[in-house]
């Protein structure tokens, strides 16, 4: 669900450092964190209960 740089980082687990590097930036930039808030939203509209139930019916209507 996260795509680096377009609505949040990857970082690796592992690495605090990077963890930090990564949540300061968004901190610190308000641009940044308006334009991940804004593809998070638009993403998550993807995973609509509406739009999963629609593709359940599409796909099980090719096997009736």
Do not use: W
């Amino acid at each position: 669900l996260i795509s680096h740089g377009e609505n949040g980082f990857i970082v690796d687990p592992k690495s605090v450092g990077n963890m930090a590097d990564a949540i300061c930036k968004v901190l610190d930039d308000d641009a940044l964190y308006d334009e991940f808030s804004k593809n998070t939203l638009s993403a998550v509209k993807k995973y609509s209960k509406e739009r999963v139930i629609e593709e359940l019916r599409e796909a099980y209507s090719q096997f009736i």
